[in-house]
C-alpha cells in the first residue's frame, strides 16, 4: 500500500474525520500509486489516519475507513448492512409503501464517492471515483449478501459520473441480471423507473418528502410543474386532488415518461396536460396563473466558477414564475447546486421576488431526505434546498 504523508498541520481536517485530501496538504508520497489504487495517509509524525482511494486532481484521497483498517470484502458487507439497518430503523420503519430509496449516499454512509439507489428488485450502483468503480464488483458482492433474492438485478451506471479517460474505457454494465427499467412505489404511488435511459439513476428520489408535502397543499387548486422530468410532483398534486396539472420539460423522452408515469396511478388523467417546450420560453408566451407552481430545474452550476452565472439564471427564473402564481397562491422552488448554499438562495429569492413586484412570506424550507444523510464533519453533502414561499 503507497503511503501518503501530510505536511505538518494539515491533518486537523481527518482528525475532524473530514474525509477528503486535498493535494495542497501532501508533503509527499511513497511511490507512485494509480489512479483508484489505495493508500494510507499518515501525518507528519508517521501516525495513521486513514486509508482511502487515490486519484491526481485537487482531491487526491477519499478516505473511506479512518485510523487502521483494510477495504476487504468485510468492510464493504459491513458497511452495505449498517446502511440498510439505519434506512429500516430510522427512515422507512414500513416498506410496504415506499420500495425506492437511496442505500448508499457518498459521504453521508462513509462512502466518498459511491451512491447506489434501490428501486424494487434493483440496484443502481453510481460510482463518482475511479477507486469506486474498481471495487464494484466487491460491492456487488455485499449487495447481494446483505439483499439476498430480494435483489435480482445490479446496473453499474458509472460511465456519466467518471473522470473522461477512464469513463472511455469502462461502459456501464449489469454486475447481476439484466433488467433496465421496473415500476416502484414511492409513498402508495406507482412510477415507472428506466435507470439505463434516464437521468442520475433513473428517479430523483431526493425529492420524495417535497412531493409528498405538495400533496398536504393540491386538492381543489391548479398547479404547473416546470422541469417536470417524469412527473413526480405532478402524479403526487394529481393523486391529492388537483383540479388540473400541467407538466412542462423541454425534453419529449421527459414528457412521454410523465404522461406513463400519470396513467399508471388510479384517476385523475383527464386533469392532466403535458408540453415539451423550454421552461423560460413558457413563461415568456403563456398567461395563465396558476393556485401552485413548482421550479425544480436541473443545477444551474456544478463549480464555484459558474455560480454567479448560476444565482443569475435563479433570478430570472424565479422572477417568471412569481408573476404567474395567483394571489395567495404558492411557489414550490429548489435548487440542487452543492456551490448555492441555502443563504445565497434565500437572498437570491429575494432578489427574484424584488424584480417581479411580489410580496411572499416564506412557509417552509425543504431540504433532502433521511436516505440521503449528511456526514456532520463533511458540510458538503447538503446539497438540495427549496423553499414553499406563499405569494401576494
Excluded at 496538504?25 to 501516525?47: H, L, S, T
Aim: include cysteine.
Amino acid at each position: 500500500m503507497h503511503i501518503v504523508t501530510l505536511k505538518k498541520g494539515r491533518e486537523a481536517s481527518l482528525v475532524r474525520k473530514h474525509p477528503w485530501v486535498f493535494s495542497g496538504a501532501i508533503k509527499k508520497i511513497n511511490g507512485r500509486p494509480k489512479d483508484g489504487e489505495i493508500v494510507q495517509v499518515i501525518n507528519y509524525k508517521e501516525e495513521i489516519l486513514g486509508i482511502g482511494h487515490y486519484q491526481n486532481g485537487s482531491i487526491m484521497v477519499r478516505v473511506c475507513h479512518f485510523g487502521e483498517g483494510s477495504l476487504d470484502q468485510e468492510f464493504w458487507n459491513n458497511k452495505i448492512v449498517n446502511a440498510l439497518h439505519y434506512r429500516k430503523q430510522w427512515v422507512f420503519p414500513n416498506f410496504g409503501e415506499t420500495n425506492c430509496f437511496r442505500l448508499i449516499h457518498g459521504e453521508g454512509d462513509g462512502l466518498p464517492g459511491l451512491v447506489i439507489d434501490i428501486y424494487g428488485s434493483t440496484a443502481v450502483v453510481q460510482c463518482h471515483s475511479i477507486g469506486m468503480h474498481i471495487q464494484r464488483r466487491s460491492i456487488s458482492k455485499a449487495l447481494q449478501n446483505s439483499f439476498g433474492e430480494q435483489l435480482q438485478h445490479i446496473f453499474c451506471k458509472s460511465q456519466g459520473s467518471l473522470p473522461k479517460n477512464y469513463a472511455e474505457k469502462n461502459e456501464d454494465e449489469f454486475l447481476l441480471g439484466n433488467a433496465s427499467n421496473e415500476t416502484v412505489k414511492e409513498h402508495g404511488h406507482n412510477f415507472y423507473v428506466d435507470w439505463e435511459l434516464g437521468q442520475k439513476t433513473g428517479f430523483f428520489l431526493d425529492q420524495r418528502e417535497n412531493r409528498n408535502l405538495l400533496a398536504k397543499f393540491a386538492q381543489g387548486k391548479s398547479v404547473l410543474n416546470t422541469f417536470c422530468y417524469s412527473g413526480g410532483f405532478s402524479v403526487y398534486a394529481l393523486q391529492a386532488g388537483a383540479t388540473e396539472v400541467l407538466s412542462v420539460d423541454i425534453s419529449p423522452k421527459a414528457i412521454d415518461w410523465t404522461d406513463r408515469n400519470v396513467a399508471l396511478n388510479p384517476g385523475y388523467i383527464g386533469q392532466h396536460k403535458s408540453s415539451a417546450e423550454d421552461v423560460m420560453e413558457f413563461f415568456k408566451t403563456h398567461d395563465k396563473f396558476y393556485d401552485i407552481i413548482i421550479v425544480d430545474p436541473p443545477a444551474f452550476a456544478k463549480s464555484v466558477k459558474k455560480r454567479h452565472q448560476a444565482v443569475q439564471g435563479y433570478k430570472r427564473l424565479n422572477s417568471m414564475a412569481l408573476k404567474k402564481v395567483k394571489p395567495g397562491g404558492l411557489l414550490f422552488t429548489y435548487s440542487c447546486s452543492q456551490v448555492v448554499d441555502d443563504k445565497l438562495f434565500y437572498h437570491t429569492i429575494v432578489a427574484a421576488a424584488h424584480d417581479a413586484g411580489k410580496n411572499v412570506r416564506v412557509m417552509q424550507r425543504m431540504s433532502q431526505p433521511a436516505d440521503h444523510p449528511v456526514n456532520l464533519y463533511h458540510p458538503e453533502g447538503s446539497y438540495l434546498k427549496g423553499l414553499v414561499i406563499e405569494v401576494s
